[in-house]
């Protein structure tokens, strides 16, 4: 018995294998190096033993080494496994940490269908959503949530983030509530829960990814309609216009009438270069962001842990497509949205310092936007000071 869960557990680098790779090649001359080390040791301590070692037939010596397994000396099991060849598994390619695992068992990636919980699981998902639509909600704005979700298809899988806690009393009210995925931590923001709850690989099902506000008018705008424009365009980051009656902060992402997508803002040109750079062009804001499974699996990886409220992610956002990036970011006018400025977690900080509530959440906002301003610029001068060439650009701050 313990044999058997010496050989299960044990799986060391067999000299046999034939998939060997470099990699195991030198752990393998490093264990070798250490048994040979160790034997030194072990015959120089007990001579008597060293004869005996010697003499004695493999399985007991594997018992030996198993014996040990739980002291200090680790090694000896190592070195003596070299010897006995074995079948075992070590998939470089595997995703990291699943080494051992045969490919063909590993599962990577998951999706948000619910599954029932009896029957045959194949027979579980009656339809299959190709798109994410999310919100950060809070129970207040439930019929503006209600209206936007009318706007998404059957084809999207619905994900509420509250951050007020209330969660049970939307399927009172609603029933697509019902069938939706509700994520509930007080006080968060979007990009908090997107870090933690949206990874790559969580929703790698889903072609598009919608990280909404929770105060957007969604009268004009219809989903499917929006999908089929960014799959026209080839947009890979993308947002719909905003309605320049209500107020938009950056000129590029007005709404134009008689175009169905654009990707430059020919205004404040003295922040615009060229090749065209935020916020003239490759440019969406973190409000009403669209994200191609593609991108998203980058962006993911852009956004900081620590910074909750993403400010300064949308100049750097060009990072995540290939060049050239104004030509894959862009804003859909033939379906576009209302930004109703609602601020609703924006008043949610703790007044001090004779500052308000709204302002200290403010004062986080450009404090973080410096913050991931800085890392970037700080990440991409290493990166290059490491290939020792010069930085190409002046990086993604705006001057
Ligand atoms: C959902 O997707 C399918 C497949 O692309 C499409 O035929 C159908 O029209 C979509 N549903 C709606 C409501 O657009
Ligand atoms: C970066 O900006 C500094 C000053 O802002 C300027 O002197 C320098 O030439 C710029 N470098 C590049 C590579 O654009």
């Not at 704005?141 to 009318?150: L, P």
């Not at 899988?157 to 939706?180: C, M, P, Q, R």
Request: proline share 5%; net charge neutral; with cysteine.
């Amino acid at each position: 018995m313990t044999q058997r869960s010496f050989n299960d557990n044990c799986c060391y680098y067999s000299p046999t294998s034939s998939k060997r790779s470099e990699d195991n090649g030198m752990k393998l001359l490093a264990t070798a190096l250490f048994a040979v080390a160790f034997g030194i040791l072990l015959g120089l301590s007990f001579p008597s033993l060293w004869i005996a070692k010697a003499s004695l037939p493999q399985n007991i010596l594997h018992s030996f080494a198993i014996s040990h397994r739980h002291s200090d000396i680790a090694t000896p099991s190592k070195a003596i496994d070299i010897s006995i060849s074995k079948a075992c598994i070590w998939v470089p390619s595997n995703p990291r940490g699943a080494e051992r695992l045969p490919p063909g068992i590993i599962a990577s990636e998951s999706d948000l269908y619910l599954r029932r919980l009896w029957g045959n699981p194949e027979e579980d998902l009656k339809n299959k959503p190709r798109y994410l639509a999310t919100f950060t909600v809070g129970y207040k704005q439930r019929y503006n949530i209600d209206a936007c979700v009318k706007k998404f298809s059957e084809n999207f899988t619905i994900v509420l983030f509250h951050y007020d806690g209330k969660t049970s009393e939307w399927n009172d009210e609603f029933e697509w509530s019902k069938n939706a995925i509700h994520i509930s931590v007080l006080k968060q923001t979007k990009w908090w829960y997107a870090k933690r709850f949206l990874h790559p690989d969580i929703v790698a099902r889903y072609e598009y990814i919608f990280i909404w506000d929770e105060d957007l008018g969604v009268e004009h705008f219809d989903a499917e309609e929006y999908i089929h424009m960014v799959k026209k365009h080839g947009l890979e980051i993308s947002q719909p216009g905003l309605d320049p009656e209500r107020g938009f902060t950056w000129q590029i992402t007005k709404r134009r009438e008689h175009t169905e997508v654009h990707k430059e803002t020919d205004e404040k040109l003295e922040w615009c270069s060229n090749p065209p750079r935020p916020p003239c062009a490759a440019f969406v804001e973190i409000m009403a962001p669209v994200f191609s499974r593609k991108a998203w699996r980058c962006v993911w990886h852009l956004i900081q842990n620590d910074l909750v409220h993403g400010w300064g992610l949308d100049f750097a956002l060009r990072r995540c497509v290939e060049e050239p990036a104004y030509e894959k970011i862009g804003i859909v006018d033939s379906q576009w949205i209302v930004h109703q400025f609602i601020p609703s977690l924006g008043s949610q900080g703790k007044a001090e310092e004779g500052k308000s509530a709204w302002q200290v959440v403010r004062d986080r906002c450009n404090m973080e936007w410096k913050m991931f301003e800085s890392r970037v610029d700080k990440a991409e001068k290493d990166y290059f000071k490491s290939l020792q060439v010069q930085s190409p650009s002046n990086s993604t701050t705006l001057q």
